[in-house]
């Protein structure tokens, strides 16, 4: 069976906000080492992989392994029962039919139980393989965000170039055209501030801004975003939690003329 | 214009 409980709701309340525009049914994979869901939005353009370790839950048991079929709408109508400071245990037997919410108010004594039905979910798993990207860049996931949305008004479309002199988010649209230069920055007193360019060669790749707005609604869980780029591979864009545990989005590039 | 990749191209299928 699995029992896992996460000493704050908003957690898993803000991962699924953050998918569930992207991906609507998902198996959410328990096996000892946490629970992972790995899914391809319908156009096949952009995935996510999340991954909520066991030490990110206390405590945390799931004795084998357990595919919960969930359809994140539903899942969204009960996490709106939960309040952000709720405790909040997952629990399924191993052959479930359903899996079982309880939101626990650490300053009442409220307790509420909610269960969701599971669904078959037949899905399609892709290996990501092992990638030395060539640029890497963490930045503030909020300028991250605001950049995404400032190019998203002019374009449909974005090129991130990285070289020595620093990282360009680059659009052409119909009224007109938009860059943002970014550099390496770093703030001793605001850390989350910071900018970090890791390049081992330059980098340019253009990507669809309608999924990178997508990944951004994530941005409430990590001050920094870590975006890594090689050329002609997928984007990884990644928000780190505590304990190890991630959210990732990969996007497919625009490729060719 | 350049064309929207999928990620299939680049990803295998386990």
């Known amino acids: 069976m699995l029992e896992a409980r996460l000493e704050q709701a908003n957690l898993l309340k803000k991962v699924v906000d953050a998918i569930k525009d992207l991906v609507q049914d998902c198996n959410f994979d328990c096996n000892d080492s946490g629970i992972a869901l790995q899914a391809m939005d319908n156009s096949h353009v952009a995935l996510v992989s999340m991954m909520l370790k066991s030490e990110s839950f206390s405590p945390f048991r799931c004795d084998r392994n357990i595919a919960l079929g969930i359809n994140l709408g539903s899942l969204t109508k009960v996490l709106r029962c939960a309040q952000n400071e709720d405790i909040l245990t ?4 191993d052959a479930p039919d359903v899996v079982n919410l309880v939101f626990e108010s650490a300053e009442t004594d409220r307790i509420s139980e909610y269960d969701i039905k599971l669904m078959d979910i037949d899905q399609e798993h892709l290996g990501i393989p092992e990638t030395e990207y ?20 002019l374009s449909e479309s974005v090129s991130i170039e990285c070289s020595k002199e620093g990282v360009k988010f680059n659009c052409q649209g119909d009224i007109g055209s938009g860059s943002i230069h970014l550099r390496s920055h770093t703030n001793v007193d605001k850390p989350e501030l910071n900018v970090e360019i890791d390049l081992t060669e330059p980098v340019s790749l253009t990507f669809s801004l309608k999924y990178l707005v997508n990944f951004c609604k994530a941005s409430g869980l990590s001050n920094q975003v870590k975006l890594c780029l090689s050329n002609e591979v997928p984007l990884l864009v990644e928000y780190a939690l505590s304990n190890n545990s991630y959210l990732r989005f990969y996007l497919a590039p625009k490729i060719g003329d | 214009a350049p064309k929207q990749a999928t990620l299939g191209k680049f990803f295998g299928n386990l």
Do not use: G, N, V, Y
């Not at chain 1, 997952?90 to 037997?93: T, V």
């Not at chain 1, 965000?145 to 190019?151: A, E, M, P």
């Open chain 1, 134 to 153: 060539a640029a890497t860049i963490t930045m503030p996931s909020a300028e991250f965000q605001r950049i995404c949305r400032d190019l998203s008004a």
């Open chain 1, 90 to 93: 997952l629990k399924a037997e």
